[in-house]
């Protein structure tokens, strides 16, 4: 501290902005304060409603849902007992896990449910470590 006064606690992690429908997000936040002692504080200013943060170890969480997908901006701040305080402001981008396309699917208008449609889609045997299982027709 320079001439005696406090100083504002500072992150030293870089917060991870990728999350996935329906897995689990974690991002461990550290910061650190050069007052010795100094006891931080970690607090969501800006988060979807279901993000939490552990004000002690900075452990943010979140289980995204589908109705969640897209960007999703977030305030983490870490603040010491004197009030000082740091923030990060990122943004949280949620994909859908699987999106599944297929180019030599069925023409538009047909009937995707066809027998003949999904047995050009699924493979008629499937290998597992212990043998193998023949998907009927």
Request: hydrophobic content about 40%; overall charge negative; proline content about 9%.
């Amino acid at each position: 501290a320079t001439n005696g006064a406090p100083d504002a606690p500072a992150f030293d992690s870089t917060p991870i902005t990728a999350a996935s429908e329906n897995v689990a997000y974690g991002y461990p936040a550290q910061a650190s304060d050069a007052d010795a002692g100094a006891v931080l504080t970690f607090s969501l200013a800006t988060a979807p409603a279901a993000m939490t943060v552990d004000p002690v170890s900075g452990l943010l969480l979140w289980n995204p849902a589908a109705a969640d997908l897209g960007d999703h901006p977030v305030t983490l701040r870490v603040s010491d007992e004197t009030g000082l305080y740091d923030e990060q402001n990122f943004t949280v981008s949620v994909a859908n896990v699987l999106s599944i396309r297929s180019s030599s699917g069925p023409a538009s208008g047909s009937n995707s449910d066809t027998p003949s449609n999904r047995s050009s889609i699924l493979p008629s045997t499937i290998s597992f470590e212990s043998g193998a299982y023949t998907v009927p027709p």
